[in-house]
């Protein structure tokens, strides 16, 4: 089992900047991609931003350019850096990380921290 503890979430004016961290524990071995995905009211889970085992990174159109995900390995943690936050922004954003568990890789998800940006 993995557990992850997100935290930076919170109130922010539009064009601020927030820093989400997520720290894995558990079964950490083996973890190869870490991400975050967002949820607003209404809205379907989307993703923000991922990173693998290697540093590649991928973003979303709208958090591209804004958004900066990096990873600490020593620390099992990764973060995102936003920055230039719009309304939009607004959601609860989750930590996942996969990892491979034999020939299969299991996804696990955070509980969730809030992020709102005021206009």
């Known amino acids: 089992q993995v557990q992850l503890a997100e935290s930076g979430g919170g109130l922010v004016q539009a064009g601020g900047s927030l820093r989400l961290s997520c720290a894995a524990s558990g079964s950490i071995f083996s973890i190869n991609d870490m991400g975050w995905y967002r949820q607003a009211p209404g809205n379907e889970r989307e993703m923000v931003a991922a990173i693998t085992s290697g540093g590649s990174t991928t973003y979303a159109y709208s958090a591209k350019g804004r958004f900066t995900i990096s990873r600490d390995n020593a620390k099992n943690t990764v973060y995102l850096e936003m920055n230039s936050l719009k309304p939009e922004d607004t959601a609860v954003y989750y930590c996942?990380?996969?990892?491979?568990?034999?020939?299969?890789?299991?996804?696990?998800w955070g509980q969730g921290t809030q992020v709102t940006v005021s206009s």
């Open positions: 996942t990380v996969n990892r491979r568990e034999g020939w299969s890789i299991r996804d696990y």
